[in-house]
């Protein structure tokens, strides 16, 4: 893989909008769900976000795969 196609993948507009909604819903989740004290990630609005996020941009990120067989 190229380094430059790398970069355009890494700062397309879907895996912004994944990271951004992906922090919204961690912090969210921290909001309405997360315990006050002794969890470790929703405890901490910061730590839920930065969840949230990674895993946003790991659902929005292109991937390089085929599809196994073309549709009839």
């Not at 895996?15 to 912090?27: E, F, R």
């Amino acid at each position: 893989m190229n380094s430059n196609n790398f970069f355009q993948k890494l700062f397309s507009w879907k895996v912004l909008i994944g990271l951004l909604l992906g922090a919204a819903a961690g912090y969210a989740y921290y909001h309405f769900i997360g315990c006050d004290g002794g969890c470790p990630i929703t405890s901490n609005p910061w730590k839920s976000m930065g969840v949230g996020a990674l895993s946003g941009i790991l659902l929005m990120f292109p991937s390089d795969a085929k599809p196994d067989r073309e549709p009839k």
